[in-house]
């Protein structure tokens, strides 16, 4: 078929890896990739807490908040309209150790940071012992607290370096 055409060969590998199909063995099979992943851009609505329980890592959670702005109104006109925002709050947990350490020490209610984690849901007992179901960004590597004028320098710094290599 087209996996004997060289050009092809490469394309099939690609999707190979992407879909799952049972092999010419019945008992091995490849498990399709996913993908879980969100990044926020937002400010921090409480100062981060660091929780334990027992038998249990520590985590550090904080509270992010994060807008959406657009214009309402019947005008032909993009300028026209009334501004509306809607905010959406979302729950972080910190469980990496240095991460964690360092979101607890330095993260501050009011602060703009960018988080890259993994969304998950779950469920736990309230003080009434009824069954809550949680959303919750868990962290993974990126734990970014800068200001603006922090990523105006990235910025400027990193197509100064472009511009020397060019």
């Known amino acids: 078929l087209f996996r ?8 099939y590998q690609v999707l190979h890896q992407f879909v799952r199909h049972e ?3 019945a008992s091995s099979f ?8 969100v990044q926020l851009l937002g400010r921090v609505g409480q100062d981060p807490v ?4 027992e038998g249990k ?9 994060t ?12 300028q026209m309209g009334d501004i509306s925002q809607k905010t959406t709050w979302h729950r972080i947990s910190v469980f990496r150790p240095g991460l964690r350490d360092v979101a ?3 993260v501050k209610k009011g602060s703009r940071i960018y988080v890259e984690g993994k969304i998950d849901y779950g469920e736990y007992m309230d003080k009434n012992n009824v069954r809550r179901q949680a959303t919750t960004i868990i962290a993974g590597k990126n734990l970014q607290n800068r200001s603006i004028s922090d990523y105006l ?3 400027f710094l990193s197509s100064v370096v472009i511009s020397m290599i060019s």
């Open 50 to 53: 660091l929780r334990q329980a």
């Open 23 to 25: 092999s010419e063995v």
């Open 67 to 78: 807008n959406e702005m657009w214009r309402s109104g019947e005008s032909e006109e993009y």
């Open 4 to 11: 004997d055409r060289p050009c092809c060969l490469f394309v």
């Open 104 to 106: 607890y020490q330095y």
């Open 153 to 155: 320098l990235i910025f």
């Open 57 to 65: 890592n520590p985590v550090t959670i904080f509270s992010l908040a």
């Open 30 to 37: 490849v498990l399709e990739r996913s993908l879980n992943r």
